[in-house]
Antibody
């Protein structure tokens, strides 16, 4: 079964850090570009970041540029999002998604809450 | 960066046809994809490319595009189609980012 499973969310204080993971299974992870998308409570989907298949190219939404870092370990079939200098407005469910020129597979999401 | 604009809410009578639209400059260069999201669930891809449905998506869902506007049409809406619908596409030409529309809440009456 093709599957993405996120983990690593939780409660963190403003200014803190968190690393999210997305474990892939059921497909050749190293062949696909991958994305992170977030959704604040009661709000819409917002694209956060993407990485190409070998990890050599990344891009970010302006709202997270310089604070978040996307990476991947193709040997471990895992995508990561390192989040630093977290702000209250980063509170959201974070989803990873597979890119086939559309986002065809999504994980179930992991909740990140930034609050003191 | 580009923006994609969707109507916040649309309603349709059970069994009737509804069109949900998405407008943005990036749609002149790139196809929109469409996602269905039900409360508490992850989004599900329903339409991608010119008018392609992933396996398992009913054929009452279809997509089209003209100029800067993409449309998702549900022909014969069912109660289970009540959900939020989002479009997305690549950002403007040369920009490696992606963008989502604000979403449309579909109510089936």
């Amino acid at each position: 079964e093709v599957q993405l499973v996120e983990s690593g969310g939780g409660l963190v204080q403003p200014g803190g850090s968190l690393r999210l993971s997305c474990a892939a299974s059921g497909f050749t992870f190293s062949s696909y570009w991958m994305h992170w998308v977030r959704q604040a409570p009661g709000k819409g989907l917002v694209w956060v970041s993407r990485i190409n298949s070998d990890g050599s190219s990344t891009s970010y939404a302006d709202s997270v540029k310089g604070r978040f870092t996307i990476s991947r370990d193709n040997a471990k079939n895992t995508l990561y999002l390192q989040m630093n200098s977290l702000r209250a407005e980063d509170t959201a469910v974070y989803y990873c998604a597979r890119d086939v020129d559309a986002f065809d597979i999504w994980g179930q999401g992991t909740m990140v809450t930034v609050s003191s | 960066s580009s923006e994609l604009t969707q109507d916040p809410a649309v309603s349709v009578a059970l069994g009737q046809t509804v069109r949900i639209t998405c407008q943005g400059d990036s749609l002149r260069s790139y196809y929109a994809s469409w996602y269905q999201q039900k409360p508490g669930q992850a989004p599900v891809l329903v339409i991608y490319g010119k008018n392609n449905r992933p396996s398992g998506i009913p054929d009452r869902f279809s997509g089209s595009s003209s100029g800067n506007t993409a449309s998702l049409t549900i022909t014969g809406a069912q109660a289970e189609d009540e959900a939020d619908y989002y479009c997305n596409s690549r950002d403007s030409s040369g920009n490696p980012n992606w963008v989502f529309g604000g979403g449309t809440k579909l109510t089936v009456l």
